[in-house]
Nanobody, 128 residues
Framework: QVQLVESGGGLVQAGGSLRLSCAASGRTLSSYAMGWFRQAPGKEREFVIY???????YYADSAKGRFTISRDHAKNTVYLQMNSLKPEDTAVYYC??????????????????????WGQGTQVTVSS
């Protein structure tokens, strides 16, 4: 497993932006697919976005046009850029690593069990 630490969360007004970081240690992330999930109070953890080891990305409908995932292999870090934030984006955001480095399509990486390493989460609060 790889150890993951998220950072960058905080309080932002609607329409604002945040960039979350997910720094890894213990292993290089280059062979992993990485995902971001979020969990709002009283709700199940939901998929937001993923990026494969070769850079293929897929976005949940809620993230399309507003969120961008990227990875920096040199820094062993994955980022989630969130723009045009809405109050409904308020949640704890988690990054996760999947040893299944590549998959293609909407059905990939939706199951939490596909990920064997998780960060502790970072709170994002969007005020109206």
């Amino acid at each position: 497993q790889v150890q993951l630490v998220e950072s960058g969360g905080g309080l932002v007004q609607a329409g604002g932006s945040l960039r979350l970081s997910c720094a890894a240690s213990g292993r290089t992330l280059s062979s992993y697919a990485m995902g971001w999930f979020r969990q709002a109070p009283g709700k199940e953890r939901e998929f937001v976005i993923y990026i494969t080891r070769v850079g293929t990305t897929y976005y949940a409908d809620s993230a399309k046009g507003r969120f961008t995932i990227s990875r920096d292999h040199a820094k062993n870090t994955v980022y989630l850029q969130m723009n045009s934030l809405k109050p409904e984006d308020t949640a704890v955001y988690y990054c996760a690593a999947s040893p299944r480095g590549y998959c293609s399509g909407a059905g990939c990486y939706r199951n939490l069990n596909e990920f064997d390493s998780w960060g502790q989460g970072t709170q994002v609060t969007v005020s109206s």
